[in-house]
C-alpha cells in the first residue's frame, strides 16, 4: 500500500496568513494526489485533483504544487471559514489511501 | 444539482451486519464509480472500495475482504454497502462518495454520512 504522510498534523495561523501544508508519498504517484477540506461534523470537501487542478468552485487561493512523491497545498491568505482539517489522498493505484489530516486552527 | 443521499444512523451489536443505501439524483447514476470512505471518531479517513453502477463491478481494500459487500440498484440510483461480522472497531461515520470523472478517482460529491455505533 501507498503510505501518505501529512506535516504538520495541526498548525495555528492567524487570518491573512500564508498556509503550507505538505504530502509526501511513499513511492511515485506522478500527480495522482487530491486535496480535501473537512469541516466538523460534515462530510470532506474536494479542493484540488490531480496535484494542482482547482476543484470548481473552490475560491483561487488555495493552490496544490508538486510531483513524483512531494505535493503541498497552499492557501494564499487564510480566510476564517478555512480553519478546518486537510486531507490528501493518493489515487495512483488501488487501495486509495489518505494522508493522517492536518488540522489548521486559529491562532 | 448532483446529491448523494444516505440512509440513517445504525446502532449494532457485536457480530451483526449493517446495509448503508446512497441514493445518487441529478446525474446519470451508472456513469460515476461510487465509493465508500469511513471515518472512525476523531480519526481520518479510509477507503472502504468501490463499484461501477453500470456493470456492478467492485474493488474492495483488502483489509475489508470477505466482510464488505458493495451493491446497487440502478433502476433507484441507490447503491449500498453492507458490512459484516462487526466489532467496536467498526464504529465510525460512513461515507458514500461519487468519482469525480473517468480520469481521476477524486471524489467530487459526497454523501452526508452515516453514523454506525456498534455497541453491545
Known amino acids: 500500500d501507498i503510505q501518505m504522510t501529512q506535516s504538520p498534523s495541526s498548525l495555528s495561523a492567524s487570518v491573512g496568513d500564508r498556509v503550507t501544508i505538505t504530502c509526501r508519498a511513499s513511492?511515485?504517484?506522478?500527480?495522482?494526489l487530491n486535496w480535501y477540506q473537512q469541516k466538523p461534523g460534515k462530510a470532506p470537501d474536494l479542493l484540488i485533483y490531480?496535484?494542482?487542478s482547482l476543484q470548481s468552485g473552490v475560491p483561487p487561493r488555495f493552490s496544490g504544487s508538486g510531483s513524483g512523491t512531494d505535493f503541498t497545498l497552499t492557501i494564499s491568505s487564510l480566510q476564517l471559514e478555512d480553519f478546518a482539517s486537510y486531507y490528501c489522498?493518493?489515487?495512483?493505484?488501488?487501495?486509495?489511501?489518505f494522508g493522517g489530516g492536518t488540522k489548521v486552527q486559529i491562532k | 444539482q448532483v446529491h448523494l443521499v444516505q440512509s440513517g444512523a445504525e446502532v449494532k451489536k457485536p457480530g451483526a451486519s449493517v446495509r448503508v443505501s446512497c441514493t445518487a439524483s441529478?446525474?446519470?447514476?451508472?456513469?460515476?464509480?461510487i465509493h465508500w470512505v469511513r471515518q472512525a471518531p476523531g480519526q481520518g479517513l479510509e477507503w472502504m472500495g468501490y463499484?461501477?453502477?453500470?456493470?456492478?463491478?467492485?474493488n474492495y481494500a483488502q483489509k475489508f475482504q470477505g466482510r464488505v459487500t458493495m451493491t446497487r440498484e440502478t433502476s433507484i440510483s441507490t447503491a449500498y454497502m453492507e458490512l459484516s461480522s462487526l466489532t467496536s472497531d467498526d464504529t465510525a461515520v460512513y461515507y458514500c462518495?461519487?468519482?469525480?470523472?473517468?480520469?481521476?478517482?477524486?471524489?467530487?460529491?459526497w454523501g452526508q454520512g452515516t453514523m454506525v455505533t456498534v455497541s453491545s
Open positions: 463499484i461501477n453502477p453500470n456493470i456492478g463491478d467492485t
Open positions: 489522498q493518493q489515487t495512483y493505484n488501488v487501495p486509495l489511501t
Open positions: 441529478g446525474y446519470t447514476f451508472t456513469g460515476y464509480f
Open positions: 462518495a461519487k468519482r469525480l470523472n473517468k480520469r481521476t478517482d477524486a471524489f467530487d460529491v
Open positions: 490531480t496535484a494542482s
Open positions: 513511492q511515485d504517484i506522478i500527480n495522482k
